[in-house]
């Protein structure tokens, strides 16, 4: 079965460096997203994109996140300059369509730690 | 925006006993309602979904209501065993983009 794919698992970072996470969504999957979870907390959404530019995005997603799909398999998230409360689980996700038939599927997260 | 509040927040059963858990949600234009289970340091796994065109749905021992009116939205779960033990996350969707509510831990004691 196709799964949606995420490097690192783990990574831990000074405060202040850069941080890439990557996904490869499944491959005929044409919106993609980032959700994030704090440590005992729900799973709140980042951002969306499709069509190679972002769709919607959250509070949360500042001018010290940005996306990009650099070519045609992955999907990433950059964090410019990491924060304390960067500290969580990123989620990648993907679906075929939106609206009552976009069922999501979810990699099995990176998780950020930041020192 | 969207607002999903989920109850309750901790649910203890004994095995053999069900579970319900409860979700209301605040866009009247949200169409797709998922739920989610979570094991520790797990990704969220969906186990049920239902759109905004169907009243209840069941698959096994599992059941979700819903009741667009009211917005609000229920999970059902019988004959509980001690393998249903997670957090199970309720979801309300609208053009893909998922708001969560806070979770419901689910403890099912042997």
């Known amino acids: 079965e196709p799964e949606v794919t995420q490097t690192p698992s783990h990574q831990v970072t000074q405060m202040g460096q850069e941080v890439i996470l990557r996904c490869v969504p499944i491959s005929n999957h044409l919106y993609f997203y980032w959700y994030r979870q704090i440590l005992g907390q729900k799973v709140e959404f980042l951002v969306s994109?499709?069509?190679?530019?972002?769709?919607?995005k959250s509070e949360i997603f500042d001018d010290q996140f940005s996306v990009e799909r650099p070519d045609g398999s992955n999907f990433t998230l950059k964090i410019r300059s990491t924060k304390l409360e960067d500290s969580a689980m990123y989620f990648c996700a993907s679906s075929v369509t939106t609206g009552v038939t976009g069922e999501l599927f979810f990699g099995e997260g990176s998780r950020l730690t930041v020192l | 925006g969207e607002n999903v509040e989920q109850h309750p927040s901790t649910l203890s059963v004994q095995e053999g006993d069900s579970a319900v858990i409860k979700c209301t949600y605040s866009d009247s234009a949200s169409n797709y309602f998922p739920w989610y289970k979570q094991e520790l340091g797990k990704r969220p796994q969906l186990i049920i979904d239902i759109r905004s065109n169907v009243g209840e749905k069941k698959d096994q021992r599992i059941a979700v209501t819903l009741n667009k009116t009211a917005k609000h939205f229920s999970l059902h779960i019988t004959e509980t065993q001690p393998e249903d033990s997670a957090v199970y996350f309720c979801?309300?969707?609208?053009?893909?983009?998922?708001?969560f509510g806070q979770g419901t831990i689910l403890t099912v004691h042997p």
């Open positions: 979801a309300a969707s609208r053009y893909g983009k998922l708001t």
């Open positions: 994109f499709y069509n190679n530019e972002i769709s919607e």
